[in-house]
């Protein structure tokens, strides 16, 4: 079965560069959420999106941004990177067809580096 | 607030011992549970979901984990563990948007 593809699955920055992370949800899914994963942490949401519409906002930095597309792919833009950027990215997505159900399948991730 | 608990930070257990992660939520309403584990480095495993229905729910590798919502608790259990089992498992919940993971608990095997 499709899973979620995250894409690139490794990335290197200087500080102050930015970093655009893709992430491609499982076919007819309509929900796209990105959480954040820093080294020894558990994952903190960051943003949601519903069919294209932004549905929910965590701690998120002003710096990074969002959307998604019209084929139900998301793009996380993050900008003036920090040291403290330097996570593992998960990208998840579910379909809100049934009321109530929300089951969120987790991409491989995308590793941040940070220099 | 919502919140996830898991109080150990750290578990150790002899192989082929049986196994038990705690975990506790604070919700207004039952979320919908979860546990995850997570090998250093690598992504996020689902082991096991519970939704509504029987509270003892079965998952993968072993595992099942209970339901109790007079406790507000949801611990993963195994009779007996592997030396591959060593990792991070965190407990989740969510209800109909973001998940909220626990802190996780790293378990360590001894052989």
């Known amino acids: 079965a499709a899973g979620v593809i995250q894409s690139p699955r490794h990335l290197i920055k200087e500080k102050r560069e930015t970093a655009t992370l893709k992430c491609y949800p499982i076919?007819?899914?309509?929900?796209v959420y990105w959480y954040q994963q820093g080294p020894g942490q558990d994952p903190q949401f960051l943003i949601s999106?519903?069919?294209?519409?932004?549905?929910d906002k965590g701690s998120i930095p002003d710096r990074f941004s969002a959307q998604q597309f019209s084929d139900y792919h998301s793009e996380l833009n993050m900008s003036s990177l920090e040291l403290g950027d330097s996570a593992l990215y998960f990208c998840?997505?579910?379909?809100?067809?049934?009321?109530?159900?929300?089951?969120?399948?987790f991409g491989p991730g995308t590793r941040l580096t940070v220099l | 607030a919502q919140s996830v608990t898991q109080p150990d930070i750290h578990i150790t257990v002899s192989e082929g011992a049986s196994l038990e992660l705690r975990c506790n939520y604070s919700?207004?309403?039952?979320?919908?549970l979860f546990w995850y584990v997570q090998s250093p480095g690598q992504g996020l495993q689902l082991l096991l979901k519970?939704?509504?229905?029987?509270?003892l729910v079965q998952g993968i590798k072993g595992f099942e984990a209970e339901f109790k919502r007079s406790q507000s608790s949801f611990n993963l259990r195994k009779p007996s563990v592997h030396w591959s089992d060593a990792a991070e498992y965190f407990c989740?919940?969510?209800?109909?948007?973001?998940?909220?993971f626990g802190k996780g608990t790293r378990l360590h095997i001894l052989p």
């Open positions: 989740a919940a969510n209800r109909d948007d973001k998940i909220i």
């Open positions: 919700y207004g309403a039952t979320p919908y």
């Open positions: 999106f519903y069919e294209k519409m932004q549905s």
């Open positions: 076919p007819r899914h309509d929900t």
């Open positions: 519970y939704f509504s229905g029987d509270t």
């Open positions: 998840a997505s579910s379909w809100l067809g049934v009321a109530g159900l929300n089951e969120q399948f």
